[in-house]
């Protein structure tokens, strides 16, 4: 089949697919990398709120991808995590689970910002021979054995682009989804993230804190020395009210939810918000178009694991993709693309239902149900090897995990 692979979104997910497929020897002829035209994102020059937290799967991706040694330098190491659990009037905040890396050799994740990973994928594209097309998505057609693209390009004519596979890497709202008529399942919580970036006189020792609220959980995630990135889901409404105040209503309420752990907050260097949301596409394909990363799922921030979850999209993929090609087997064949949904649904609904069930758990001010979830904690804590199984799970290197993910050339 000589139809190119067409990879539809220039975020992480769709960089790192191209990038993947590139370093195994697909050639450049054979990939056709479109973005949906929009306001130049260069030309941004507010501080980057957005860190990410990248497990071990992923670094060992990024490492297969060739990108980790330019990454690794931007990147702060989270080597524990603690859990607390109490109301925000309340003075003690005693500490009800941690965690620690399986392995001594390496920390429970890195943190990196996100503008800056998205910027490394693309020029190592482009450093590869690859750079992406901006284009608008006029429309999808699909027969057998083929799918084509109408696009429209800036000067106005509009062209087809002709694919054996089309991969919807466009986000939350993609429009590629959309076209191929594939329903999303979820609902928006009544909640906001405030992302944010501040310094404090105390060191963090490279511990994270997560602590969960009523309103929703607020988690200090550790930088260099001094500094942290917050990530803050607070009720729509208060939090509304709280950006409203600019940046002194922020700290302000950073401080209070910080209480003391990093002893003085004392400036706010970059702060974000977007509203929060449970979406999950109700299949993973549909004729020749596949989903991949928040295209296919969004979850909730909490457990920190929406990139990663989008980047083992993109080692299943890149892998099932490489292997049919090497064979001279079609790419986008139905039992290929049964295969990945197979793979990569299961994971995205236990991860969803995970931070679901979690988010509603704790934002319930009931004494009966903060009885019963302490009590949970609690037997995580005691369970012989049951938190060495939770962080080995978090860490995307268990077994069955996808060949990049486990540090292997495709």
């Known amino acids: ?25 697909i050639p450049a002829s054979r990939l056709a990398w479109l973005v949906e035209s929009g306001p130049d994102q260069a030309r941004r020059t507010a501080p980057e709120a957005r860190y990410i937290a990248l497990h071990a799967g992923s670094r060992s991706l990024l490492e297969q991808l060739g990108v980790w040694p330019v990454l690794a330098p931007l990147t702060f190491p989270m080597e524990t995590i603690r859990i607390t659990d109490s109301a925000l009037e309340e003075a003690i905040r005693p500490d009800l689970l941690g965690f620690s890396p399986a392995s001594p050799d390496a920390p429970l994740a890195h943190l990196v910002p996100l503008d800056r990973l998205a910027a490394t994928l693309a020029e190592a594209c482009a450093a590869a021979g690859c750079t992406p097309q901006p284009v608008a998505l006029r429309g999808l057609d699909q027969k057998a054995g083929q799918v084509r693209l109408t696009l429209r390009h800036g000067d106005g004519r509009e062209s087809q682009q002709d694919g054996a596979l089309v991969v919807a890497a466009d986000g939350a709202r993609s429009r590629l989804r959309m076209l191929a008529g594939i329903p999303v399942h979820g609902w928006p919580y009544d909640q906001i993230a405030i992302v944010a970036t501040i310094r404090h006189s105390l060191d963090h020792e490279g511990e994270g804190l997560q602590h969960f609220l009523p309103a929703g959980p607020f988690a200090m995630l550790p930088l260099d020395a001094g500094r942290s990135s917050i990530v803050w889901s607070e009720r729509a409404a208060d939090a509304e009210r709280i950006l409203r105040g600019g940046e002194r209503a922020i700290l302000e309420g950073i401080r209070q939810r910080a209480a003391g752990r990093r002893g003085e907050i004392t400036a706010l260097e970059a702060f974000t918000s977007h509203p929060l949301q449970l979406r999950l596409a109700r299949r993973f394909h549909a004729g020749r178009v596949v989903l991949a990363a928040d295209a296919a799922h969004v979850v909730h921030p909490l457990a920190g694991q929406g990139l990663n979850l989008g980047l083992a999209d993109v080692a299943v993929l890149a892998e099932q993709i490489v292997d049919r090609m090497r064979l001279g087997l079609d790419p986008g064949a139905p039992d290929m693309l049964e295969a990945y949904q197979s793979a990569r649904r299961p994971p995205a609904v236990a991860m969803a239902m995970t931070t679901e069930s979690l988010n509603r758990l704790f934002s319930r001010e009931s004494g009966l149900l903060r009885l019963v979830r302490d009590v949970g904690v609690g037997l995580v804590e005691r369970w012989p090897g049951l938190k060495d199984r939770l962080v080995e799970n978090a860490a995307g290197t268990a077994q069955g995990a996808p060949r990049l993910m486990r540090g292997e050339a495709l």
Not at 1 to 22: E, F, Q, R
Request: zero cysteines; charged letters at 5%.
């Open 1 to 25: 089949m000589s139809d190119p692979i067409i990879v539809y979104g220039a975020g992480p997910a769709g960089s790192s697919l191209v990038l993947a497929l590139l370093g195994a020897g």
